[in-house]
T-cell receptor, first 117, second 116 residues
Framework: KNQVEQSPQSLIILEGKNCTLQ??????????LRWYKQDTGRGPVSLTI?????NTKSNGRYTATLDADTKQSSLHITASQLSDSASYIC????????????????FGKGTKLSVKP | GAGVSQSPRYKVTKRGQDVALRCDPI?????LYWYRQALGQGPEFLTY????????KSGLPNDRFSAERPEGSISTLTIQRTEQRDSAMYRC??????????????FGEGSRLTVL
């Protein structure tokens, strides 16, 4: 069964510190992996999209890594800011095999990050 | 438009009533997705369209749920005979390219449905 597991479920860090969020998946065949940031009460906003051949991608203070062999990804946030407080959702996309496959985007439940002053 | 627009933002209805939720995607976006998101959870896929064609509706919970996108732009998600368990945030997303899983998804602010 295609699944995306994220850890930790929640995380509290002090402003200025770094943190790393984890995503493990069992989606096959793999197409791409996305990280989204979702502020409370808002829609998810894309941070990165990574394909099989990419093992790292940065977007400002956010750096995502992908190990397609172990089926793991991480999102590293550097020098955290109060505005980084949000849920971070890992989404894995499967290659379309047949129709009726739930749109082929499998969402994790997210990691809720709180950055404290 | 500048972003994906959903209406109403909040809807409170009594059990048994029908509701219609509207999604206006980014202009020119080909694919449109409907998701349902419970508090503290990631979005749950409902259905998606490429242009006006409904490609996949396997995520719709039961036959009380339906969606249409007759002209390949605005979409409506309709829930008939609402039940309390239908209460959730309903999110729409659109993408420039045909789906699924190709191209970046842009999400709307969502429609919060509460069924009393």
């Amino acid at each position: 069964k295609n699944q995306v597991e994220q850890s930790p479920q929640s995380l509290i860090i002090l402003e200025g510190k770094n943190c790393t969020l984890q995503c493990n998946y069992t989606v096959s065949p793999f197409s791409n992996l996305r990280w989204y940031k979702q502020d409370t009460g808002r829609g998810p906003v894309s941070l990165t999209i990574m394909t099989f051949s990419e093992n790292t991608k940065s977007n400002g203070r956010y750096t995502a890594t992908l190990d397609a062999d172990t089926k793991q990804s991480s999102l590293h946030i550097t020098a955290s800011q109060l505005s980084d407080s949000a849920s971070y959702i890992c989404v894995v996309s499967a290659k379309l095999i047949t129709a009726g496959s739930q749109g082929n985007l499998i969402f994790g439940k997210g990691t809720k990050l709180s950055v404290k002053p | 438009g500048a972003g994906v627009s959903q209406s109403p933002r909040y809807k409170v209805t009594k059990r048994g009533q029908d509701v219609a939720l509207r999604c206006d995607p980014i202009s020119g976006h080909v694919s449109l997705y409907w998701y349902r998101q419970a508090l503290g959870q990631g979005p749950e896929f409902l259905t998606y369209f490429n242009y006006e064609a409904q490609q996949d509706k396997s995520g719709l919970p039961n036959d009380r749920f339906s969606a249409e996108r007759p002209e390949g732009s605005i979409s409506t998600l309709t829930i008939q005979r609402t039940e309390q368990r239908d209460s959730a945030m309903y999110r729409c997303a659109s993408s420039l390219v045909p789906g699924p899983n190709t191209g970046e998804l842009f999400f709307g602010e969502g429609s919060r449905l509460t069924v009393l």
